[in-house]
């Protein structure tokens, strides 16, 4: 069989392209033994470093753990956009030297994995990430001979809005469009979504010379959203902790988070509160906390955890007073000095764009359980030749 390489690609940063490429070699693994299945990430803009101190782009390390264990991370994620590369190419002499050099890196990873049957690589951002650099989405899949696979929004009209330009898009710049998935759909309306998003519907609209197959709906489930207090504490460097309770607890989904600024005269916690629930609060107020406390020691399921806003100011034993509190409760938490709606917006911004984390288990279960339902593997098998 003649190695194939399929291009993951979506309308925007978070789209679902890791959960994707998760799903598809999970599914692919019934049809090819694991090691016959690559991986890579050709344009990353997110590291993590490695035990021998190389970086590579954090979604292969998730791909690794939960799909492919005998993953060699070496090639996995060739170039890097980090910090100053963009404005290094713009102020260069030789841009398409440099250019060269990035598609070599790319073609040597691919090369690493001759034996491979079939690749999956998973794009970068919105269609036109890397383009200064000249490795948009649709330069790499150009490039890899890769037919691209694309991840549509969730939403009737968003769908078709954003499919329109990047179809263009790739198209104009040479790349084989041939398959989407409509992600992240209100599952009260899925069936109704089908109805509006056929094939026929959609081919009809873009008219083009080679139609467009749609290879599943997929349903947005909230637990995929979810972040943990070990996510949230990664955005705020300033953060101030005391004792770690398990990392277990500190890496559980969260149900959602609560900001909690009724005056404590009026504030009951059963009204607002529930077992998973984040709850960001200030740090000065005792008797809300003591009351969220005392809620929490009679769920049978705790609380997700407790951020406290602070001030530079605020006297450190008034802190340390507020930590002995929540260790006796054992809950992951921490303090930073910031105003609570400073928080909150990172906070909201960080729950809406979730990604997998190595240690998010029950999330990669869910996952490869809505590929083996709402995927068409035979369909994608039969479209990409594979």
């Known amino acids: ?30 049809i090819f033994d694991p090691d016959d299945i690559g991986y890579i990430k050709p344009v990353g803009q997110e590291t993590v470093e490695i035990e021998d101190g190389k970086k590579i782009d954090k979604d292969a390390a998730v ?30 002499k030789h841009k398409s030297h440099l250019t060269k050099e990035y598609a070599q890196k790319i073609a040597d990873s691919v090369e690493k994995m001759k034996d491979k049957k079939i690749i999956i690589a998973e794009g970068t951002g919105h269609p036109g990430v890397g383009s200064l650099i000249g490795l948009s989405n649709a330069d790499v899949s150009k490039m890899l001979k890769a037919p691209v696979l694309y991840l549509a929004g969730g939403g009737l009209g968003k769908s078709l809005d954003m499919l329109s330009p990047d179809l263009s898009y790739f198209t104009v710049n040479g790349a084989d469009f041939r398959g ?14 089908k109805g509006y998003l056929s094939e026929k519907n959609i081919n009809d609209i873009y008219r083009r010379r080679r139609s467009l197959s749609v290879l599943g709906y997929f349903p947005e489930d909230d637990i995929l959203n ?29 149900r959602s988070v609560k900001i909690i600024t ?23 107020s005792t008797r809300r906390l003591k009351k969220i406390l005392e809620f929490n020691s009679v769920l049978e399921d705790k609380l997700g955890g407790i951020i406290l806003s602070c ?43 979730t990604k997998l984390q190595i240690y998010d288990d029950d999330k990669i279960a869910k996952v490869k359980a809505m590929f083996d339902h709402y995927f068409d593997l035979e369909k994608f098998r039969r479209i990409y030749k594979i």
């Open 226 to 254: 979810q972040p943990s207090m070990a996510l949230l504490v990664r955005k705020f460097p300033n953060a101030y902790l005391t004792e770690i309770v398990s990392e277990k607890q500190w890496e559980k989904p969260s």
């Open 311 to 353: 001030s530079d100011k605020q006297p450190r034993e008034v802190l340390e007073e507020k930590a002995k509190l929540l260790e006796k409760q054992n809950l992951p938490f921490f303090f930073v000095p910031l105003t609570t709606s400073e928080i909150e917006t990172t906070v909201r911004k960080a729950a809406e764009n």
């Open 180 to 193: 989407v998935i409509f992600n992240k759909l209100f599952p009260q309306k899925l069936d109704e979504m």
């Open 262 to 284: 009724l005056p404590h005269q009026i504030f009951e916690p059963e009204e607002y509160l529930h077992a998973g629930d984040i709850v960001l609060l200030n740090a000065a």
């Open 63 to 92: 791909i690794k753990k939960f799909c492919l264990p005998n993953l060699d991370l070496r090639y996995v994620s060739p170039v890097q956009i980090a910090s100053g590369v963009t404005k290094q190419y713009l102020t260069s």
């Open 1 to 30: 069989m003649k190695q194939k390489i399929v291009y993951i690609a979506g309308f925007r940063q978070h789209a679902g392209k890791t959960t994707t490429s998760l799903g598809m070699i999970h599914s692919l693994s019934r």
